[in-house]
């Protein structure tokens, strides 16, 4: 069984705050936004705490 990752933030990120490489990490469980897609640059929606999964719905929507 292969084990699903996930985008994680590696500390508390403020709504407002653009995605940088060292704000996320793959970590398990696999239960939000996949490692295959690139976050950095995206917009924080809402505050994500420290560790925490990252899920599409705590990000500004993409445009284009």
């Known amino acids: 069984e292969v084990a699903r990752r996930s ?3 590696t500390r508390a990120l403020p709504a407002g ?3 940088a490489a060292d704000d996320i990490v793959a970590l398990r469980p696999g239960t939000g936004v ?3 897609i690139d976050l ?11 560790g925490a999964v990252i899920t ?8 284009g």
Not at 40 to 50: L, M
């Open 17 to 19: 705050h653009r995605l």
């Open 56 to 63: 599409d719905d705590l990000l500004e929507p993409t445009h």
């Open 34 to 36: 996949p490692p295959s």
């Open 7 to 9: 985008w994680h933030a």
């Open 40 to 50: 950095t640059g995206r917009i924080v929606r809402s505050p994500i705490e420290g």
